[in-house]
C-alpha cells in the first residue's frame, strides 16, 4: 500500500484545489491521448463522480489538435457552461491559456508531471512533483499525480476517514495508474514500486483484455490506439461509462490488428534506417518525411538503447513535423537541448530522458542543419 499522511499533502495547492472542487457546478476534465493521459483522466473522473461532480472531459487529438491546452478548444469550452478546468498530465507548459482562462473568469487546476519550463499563473494550483514539496510524489507519472491527488479529495470531502481507506477505496483507480505508471517509463522509486504492485489488476476490472490474450508488453498498445474522434475517446468511453458490452469486445479485438500491425511496420522502419551508420554522430538526429508521427517514439526509444546515445526522431505530424527524443542516461538531458532551439518550434516539452516537439515545414530543414552544426559537426 502507498502510505501517504497529511505532511506529504501541506503545499497551498492542494487546499485551493480541493475548495475549487468543492465550489465549481461544472467541471471539465482535459487530457492527454496517450496512456499516462487516458489513465488520468478516468482517474479523476471517477473521484469527481465519487464526490457528487457534474463533470465531463476533453481529450485533444494529438494529431489533429496537439498536446496539452489547444487555443481553439480552449476558446470553445470558454463559451461553453464550465466554471472550472482539470488538466491531467499536461498544461505546466501552458503558461499564455492558462493565464488566459483564469482572465475569462474560470478556475483552472493544472495536475502534471512534465517539467514546467515556463512561470506559473498566480492563483492557480498546480499538482505537479516538481512543486511539491513531499519527495514521496517526485518521480510519479501523470497518473500517479492523478491517483494521489484522488487520495487527498476523497478524505478532504470526508468519503473516507483517513488515508489507507482512501487508497482502498477505489481498487480500479489504483490499476489505472500502475498502467499509466508502467506505460509512461518513469523512474520506478519506492512510490511508484507500490502503484506497480496493482498492475495486474487492470485485467480483472476490463476482463475481455485477458479473454483476448493482452498481456503487459501489449497493454500499453491498448491505450495508445485509443484516439479522441468527435470529442469523444472510446476507452475513456467505455470506462467510464463501464459499458462492457459487446461493442468494447469488437473494439479490443480491432485494437490487437492495430498492435500487430504496428508492431510489423516497427520493424520495417527500423531495416530502412539502419542502412545508414550511425556510428560516428554523437546524437543520432533522424528526419523522416514519409514516418507518421505514433511511430517516431518507439523507433526513438529502439535506437537509443541500441546504440546507446541521445536519438532523436521526426517524423511527419499532421500539416506539421513532430519530434520525439530518448536517451537512458541521469547525465543527458533532452528537455534542455530542445531549450536551445526552442524558438524553431510550435511547442515542446516532456522530461530529461524523453521530450518532443512540434516543428513546422518552413523551420524543418534549418534546425536539422543548426542541430547538427552544433553537436556533429565534428562527422
Known amino acids: 500500500m502507498l502510505e ?3 505532511r506529504d499533502f501541506i503545499d497551498r495547492d492542494f487546499k485551493e484545489a480541493f475548495l475549487i472542487i468543492k465550489n465549481s457546478k461544472n467541471i471539465l476534465v482535459w487530457g492527454d491521448e496517450d496512456a499516462d493521459g487516458i489513465t488520468s483522466t478516468l482517474i479523476i473522473l471517477r473521484t469527481l463522480n465519487t464526490l457528487g ?7 485533444p487529438s494529438r494529431i489533429n489538435d496537439g498536446i496539452g491546452l489547444v487555443e481553439k478548444k480552449v476558446d470553445l469550452f470558454l463559451k461553453k457552461d464550465i466554471d472550472t478546468f482539470i488538466t491531467v498530465d499536461c ?7 492558462i493565464k488566459k482562462i483564469k482572465l475569462s473568469k474560470k478556475n483552472i487546476i493544472v495536475t502534471d508531471h512534465h ?5 506559473k499563473v498566480e492563483k492557480v494550483p498546480y499538482i505537479n512533483p516538481y512543486f511539491l514539496s513531499s519527495k514521496k510524489f517526485k518521480n510519479l507519472s501523470g497518473s500517479g499525480v492523478s491517483l494521489i491527488f484522488s487520495l487527498y479529495l476523497l478524505k478532504k470531502f470526508k468519503i473516507v476517514k483517513d488515508y489507507s481507506q482512501s487508497f482502498f477505496y477505489d481498487p480500479f483507480n489504483i490499476s489505472l495508474a500502475a498502467v499509466g505508471t508502467q506505460c509512461d517509463k518513469v523512474k520506478v522509486d519506492r512510490t511508484n514500486e507500490e502503484i506497480l504492485k496493482y498492475y495486474n489488476g487492470i485485467f480483472y476490472h476490463i476482463p475481455y483484455l485477458k479473454e483476448l490474450d493482452f498481456n503487459e508488453n501489449t497493454l500499453c498498445g491498448v491505450f495508445a490506439n485509443s484516439k479522441t474522434v468527435s470529442f469523444k475517446n472510446p476507452l475513456v468511453e467505455y470506462i467510464f461509462k463501464e459499458n462492457y458490452k459487446k461493442s468494447f469486445y469488437i473494439f479490443l479485438k480491432g485494437v490487437k490488428r492495430k498492435i500487430e500491425n504496428y508492431r510489423k511496420k516497427i520493424e520495417k522502419y527500423l531495416k530502412e534506417i539502419e542502412k545508414d551508420s550511425f556510428e560516428k554522430e554523437k546524437f543520432i538526429l533522424i528526419f523522416r518525411k514519409d514516418i507518421d508521427y505514433k511511430y517516431i517514439g518507439v523507433l526513438s526509444s529502439i535506437l ?3 546504440y546507446n546515445k541521445p536519438v532523436c526522431l521526426i517524423g511527419k505530424k499532421g500539416k506539421n513535423f513532430g519530434g520525439e527524443c530518448r536517451f537512458e542516461s541521469e547525465k543527458f538531458n533532452w528537455l534542455d537541448t530542445l531549450k536551445l532551439f526552442q524558438n524553431y518550434f510550435v511547442g515542446f516539452g516532456g522530461h530529461k530522458k524523453a521530450a518532443g516537439f512540434e516543428i513546422t515545414s518552413e523551420k524543418i530543414y534549418e534546425f536539422v542543419t543548426q542541430f547538427n552544426n552544433r553537436f556533429n559537426s565534428s562527422k
Not at 498544461?91 to 491559456?97: K, R, T
Not at 517539467?115 to 512561470?119: A, D, E, N, S, T
Open 115 to 119: 517539467i514546467p519550463y515556463k512561470k
Open 53 to 59: 461532480k457534474n463533470a465531463k472531459y476533453f481529450i
Open 91 to 97: 498544461a505546466s507548459v501552458n503558461y499564455e491559456l
Open 304 to 306: 537509443s538503447k541500441k
Open 4 to 6: 501517504v499522511n497529511d
